[in-house]
T-cell receptor, first 114, second 117 residues
């Protein structure tokens, strides 16, 4: 069964600190992996997208890694800011259909305290 | 900021009422999607469209219906709302990849929070 599991479910950190969010998936065949940021009451916004051949991608203070062999990804946030408080969702796409089906994790709820 | 809009943003309505959730995008994207999301849970695809006059049901069974008469417009309708329909509904759009294989970014609207009393 194709699944995307994220950990931790929630995380609280102090402003300025770094953190790492984890994503494990069983989706096959694999096409790409995306990390989205979803603010409360808003739609998800893309942070990074990585294909099979990419093992790291950065977007400002966000750095995503991908290990396609172990089917694991991480999202590292450096020097956290209050505005980083949001849900971070890992999404994996397969290439088994013309739809390019997306499998969503439940997200990690990050809270940054001053 | 993606050019995809949803109205209303919040809706509280009584059981049995007919409602239509609006979604419009100005990016000229062929593919559009509707997702349902409950608090703390993953997004579930309920409808999608490859283009005008194309609509398909997603993975999660839904009593809602959709239409795609214009490229930019993808409304979702509930003929008779029930409390079980209470949820957040997210609309998204993307380009249509070559050979029908989708690898392009999905852009999400801000969502409609629906409460049925």
């Amino acid at each position: 069964k194709n699944q995307v599991e994220q950990s931790p479910q929630s995380l609280i950190i102090l402003e300025g600190k770094n953190c790492t969010l984890q994503c494990n998936y069983t989706v096959s065949p694999f096409s790409n992996l995306r990390w989205y940021k979803q603010d409360t009451g808003r739609g998800p916004v893309s942070l990074t997208i990585m294909t099979f051949s990419e093992n790291t991608k950065s977007n400002g203070r966000y750095t995503a890694t991908l290990d396609a062999d172990t089917k694991q990804s991480s999202l590292h946030i450096t020097a956290s800011q209050l505005s980083d408080s949001a849900s971070y969702i890992c999404v994996v796409s397969d290439r088994g259909s013309t739809l390019g089906r997306l499998y969503f994790g439940r997200g990690t709820q990050l809270t940054v305290w001053p | 900021e993606a050019d995809i809009y949803q109205t209303p943003r919040y809706l509280v309505i009584g059981t049995g009422k007919k409602i239509t959730l609006e979604c419009s995008q100005t990016m000229g994207h062929d593919k559009m999607y509707w997702y349902q999301q409950d608090p703390g849970m993953e997004l579930h695809l309920i409808h999608y469209s490859y283009g005008v006059n194309s609509t398909e049901k997603g993975d999660l069974s839904s009593e809602s219906t959709v239409s795609r008469i214009r490229t930019e417009h993808f409304p979702l309708t509930l003929e008779s709302a029930r409390p079980s329909h209470t949820s957040q509904y997210l609309c998204a759009s993307s380009e249509l990849g070559t050979s029908g294989i989708v690898g392009y970014e999905q852009y999400f609207g801000p969502g409609t929070r629906l409460t049925v009393t």
